[in-house]
């Protein structure tokens, strides 16, 4: 069978960021050992708008659409699903991922133009819906398969978690063979997370599944797909989606040992870069995975107010926080952070906090403020609390206090004066160029 896989455009600005999906790299692998013809078609990496995208997809033949997606991608989802139905009614179309295993019910209603969803871990829920599929068997009782008939929507059981991810083929790496301008590589060690912050939706993803707490790789593992991704695309920069690359306690910091000496023991010249807590920041630790290849960290800070950790159910603290931050700079690590400073319960005197901890620290943090998903456990209080705004398979809220919608009013007005006169001003350097 022809199987197009798509991963839908993105908003990312920064170009370090589009990369491809790791996800379809394995549902491609997992497709392929059992003889389909797969292609990955990736209109983020291409900064394709979704217009474009769409017509290229109905430039491809293919007998399968497979799409991944978040919630915040579901416009997207629904536009390509409509034009490929509307011209090719025998094509199979189903999306995988985030969006359709923590939100099938809306979606399917959304767009009936969807055969199927895949809810959960993917790899073996496609695979058996197409070997039915090709022996003319019925499918729809397939574990992980959510489907529309009638106007109902079915949803059969998921299937339990891969137990031994070192027993999975290594994702495919299409798109970074076909786009040689690609200098990093997404790479996952594990999968879930051992954390249960208020303003994430992993932990409802993997328990759908049967899985607590966070699966890994095994360390040899980890570096034998190191080594052939860069046997294939010359690539040498990996980074690490892992929700959390450290993990708490000692037999997780053991694992992250593992990784480093394993990359030293085989010499490999490398760089990396990954996501982890602030509670998991360890001096020799962090040396040690700087001499096998450690130049960047994304650190998930969250706060610098303890009321609002506490609301987030974070489980660190501001003095951990701050501790964090002058540890990583101390050992010259590049940095970014993860900061909340905007959610619905934000108080002005929370604010302050925050801007004082920013302040002081010298961070470069955007005013970002809480996105809301399925699966997020703080949206059975917003919703209970009156604050939860719902639009179909839109999410968002409304600020419990008063002063803190006008502060957030006013800095969206300011934020969008800035970038007036700075796309002015760049366009007066273009016309003074000239």
């Known amino acids: 069978m022809k199987v197009l896989l798509v991963h839908p455009p993105t908003r990312a600005e920064i170009d370090v960021y ?14 392929r050992e059992d003889g389909h013809e797969v292609e990955i078609f990736d209109a983020s990496v291409t900064r394709l708008s979704c217009r ?39 094509v199979l179309i189903t999306v995988g991922g985030y969006l359709p295993t923590l939100a099938p019910q809306p979606l399917l209603r959304t767009c009936p133009e969807l055969d199927f969803v895949v809810r959960g871990e993917g790899e073996n829920v496609i695979r058996e819906v197409l070997s039915r599929i090709e022996r003319n068997q019925d499918w729809t009782n397939v574990a992980g398969v959510a489907y529309l008939s009638d106007g109902k929507v079915f949803m059969n059981e998921l299937p339990r978690a891969h137990r031994d991810l070192d027993s999975l083929p290594f994702p495919a790496r299409d798109v970074l063979i076909r786009h040689p301008w690609l200098k990093r590589a997404p790479f996952s060690s594990s999968r879930g997370c051992f954390h249960r912050c208020a303003f994430c939706s992993i932990n409802e993803f993997y328990a759908l599944c049967g899985q607590r707490g966070r699966r890994d790789r095994s360390p040899a593992n980890v570096v034998d797909e190191m080594e052939q991704v860069l046997s294939a695309t010359g690539i040498d920069y990996f980074v690490f989606s892992d929700d959390d690359f450290i993990g708490p306690g000692e037999k997780c910091k053991m694992r992250a040992y593992a990784i480093a000496d394993e990359i030293l023991s085989r010499k490999l010249r490398i760089r990396f870069s990954f996501e982890c807590r602030a509670d998991e920041v360890d001096r020799d630790l962090f040396k040690r995975l700087m001499e096998a290849g450690l130049d960047a960290v994304f650190i998930g800070i969250e706060s610098g107010s303890p009321t609002q950790l506490e609301r987030f159910r974070k489980g660190t603290t501001v003095e951990q926080n701050r501790a964090a931050v002058e540890t990583i700079r101390e050992l010259g690590l590049k940095m970014d952070v993860g900061f909340i400073m905007f959610d619905p319960y934000v108080t002005l005197e929370e604010l302050e906090e925050n801007m004082s901890f920013v ?22 209080r917003i919703r209970e609390d009156g604050l939860l705004i719902e639009k179909g398979l839109d999410l968002d809220y409304r600020f419990k206090n008063p002063g803190v919608a006008q502060a957030y009013k006013a ?24």
């Open 411 to 434: 800095m969206r007005l300011s934020m969008a004066a800035r970038a007036a006169v700075w796309k002015l001003r760049d366009r007066l350097g273009l016309a003074a160029g000239r």
């Open 359 to 380: 302040r002081d620290l010298r961070l470069s943090v955007p005013m970002i403020r809480l996105q809301l998903y399925p699966g997020l456990p703080v949206i059975d």
């Open 52 to 90: 474009r995208a769409i017509d290229q997809v109905l430039e491809r033949d293919f007998d399968c659409l497979g799409i991944t997606a978040m919630h915040e991608q579901w416009r997207f989802v629904v536009q390509l699903a409509k034009a490929v139905r509307s011209e090719r009614k025998k």
């Open 18 to 31: 589009r990369t491809e999906s790791v996800g379809l790299g394995y549902i491609a692998s997992a497709l």
